[in-house]
């Protein structure tokens, strides 16, 4: 693979990124929004040039490298302590928040058997890739892929904004608002945005809490192709299929938290380490602009976002009430 070809779009990544930096130090507004703000009007705009398309979708894989780097500056005294609650919360709100889609999608709205649990998916664990994981699992049509996607983006695209603003209103304290965000938010790249939009601490645990529960992916696509199996024969359970869903770069995060935990990283060493992570959110996140495509958004239909709409209030809510009693 000629590897070249990934050059100029990772040369537009980067640019985006120096360009909302240099805005965010003009306007005030935090720099990771303003990156995701450029890349959506790159791609509702001119559109991205097809010799960028190669490096622009690598963006995933610095937003995944970035948040390995993160594991440096998380406490491990601090998730001990908070541990237990966390994933309580994560689990209670993650299985009621399918529960409600998948009720809602085919006893109220009618919609396809699959295409309610793609969107159980996308809402519950961790948005496009567990919709892309469950719909490998279920076999899913391409036409329900992408029907499921477009909503989950919308909703990436509204909680972008919404969440900053009501943690403010609501005057949720920094390791609230984290946990908030990545218990009931969809998709890792929004929540981590958000998460440091609102204060460094909020973003470390949202992005936290948002690993804890994208870990969760393995056994959600397990159960659904059990499920689905009563209709066909032809996929089996395996380890392998279990490692092939699991996100590994959490893996990383958690290896680089334990290291950190014993002293290894000095304050130069986290400096230039924070350093290098929020540089590498930022180029992720012109990336993940550039994936909100509004005529896609368009495309979703009203009933998928009013079942994704309400599952979402429930799961905010629910998470919020929680919190409120445990944190």
């Known amino acids: 693979?000629?590897?070249?070809?990934?050059?100029?779009?990772?040369?537009?990544?980067?640019?985006?990124?120096?360009?909302?930096?240099a805005l965010a130090a003009i306007t005030g507004i935090?720099?990771?929004?303003?990156?995701?703000?450029?890349?959506?009007?790159?791609?509702?705009?001119?559109?991205?040039?097809?010799?960028?398309?190669?490096?622009?979708?690598?963006?995933?894989?610095?937003?995944?490298?970035?948040?390995?780097?993160m594991g440096a500056s998380v406490s491990l005294g601090a998730v001990r302590e908070a541990g237990l609650v966390v994933l309580g919360v994560i689990l209670v709100v993650a299985v009621s928040t399918i529960v409600v889609v998948e009720t809602l999608s085919r006893g109220v709205f009618g919609l396809s058997e699959k295409l309610g649990s793609l969107l159980a998916a996308g809402a519950g664990i961790c948005g496009v890739s567990a919709v892309v994981a469950v719909a490998g699992a279920v076999r899913a049509r391409e036409d329900q892929i992408a029907y499921a996607a477009a909503t989950v983006l919308l909703f990436d695209a509204i909680t972008l904004v919404v969440y900053p603003i009501a943690g403010q209103l609501l005057g949720l304290s920094?390791?609230?608002?984290?946990i908030w965000a990545g218990v009931s938010m969809f998709s890792t790249g929004p929540v981590v945005a958000v998460g440091f939009a609102y204060s460094e601490a909020a973003g470390q645990w949202a992005t936290l809490t948002k690993l804890s529960r994208n870990a969760l992916i393995g056994v959600v696509v397990l159960v659904y192709a059990a499920v689905y199996m009563r209709t066909t024969t032809e996929r089996r359970l395996s380890a392998r299929l279990l490692w092939a869903e699991f996100p590994t770069f959490v893996l990383g995060f958690l290896a680089l938290a334990v290291v950190g935990s014993f002293g290894v990283f000095s304050s130069t060493h986290r400096a230039v380490i924070d350093t290098a992570y929020n540089w590498l959110f930022l180029v992720a996140f012109v990336g993940l602009g550039a994936e909100i495509e509004l005529r896609q958004l368009r495309a979703a239909g009203v009933r998928p976002v009013i079942v994704v709409f309400v599952s979402l209030l429930v799961a905010s809510t629910l998470a919020l009430a929680l919190l409120t009693l445990v944190v």
């Not at 693979?1 to 930096?21: H, K």
């Not at 920094?174 to 984290?178: L, P, S």
């Open 174 to 178: 920094d390791i609230v608002f984290g």
């Open 30 to 69: 935090e720099a990771l929004l303003i990156a995701i703000a450029l890349g959506a009007l790159l791609i509702n705009g001119p559109g991205v040039p097809d010799v960028c398309r190669p490096g622009v979708e690598t963006h995933s894989f610095w937003l995944a490298a970035g948040i390995v780097l």
């Open 1 to 21: 693979m000629d590897r070249s070809q990934y050059l100029p779009g990772l040369v537009l990544l980067c640019g985006g990124a120096l360009f909302a930096q």
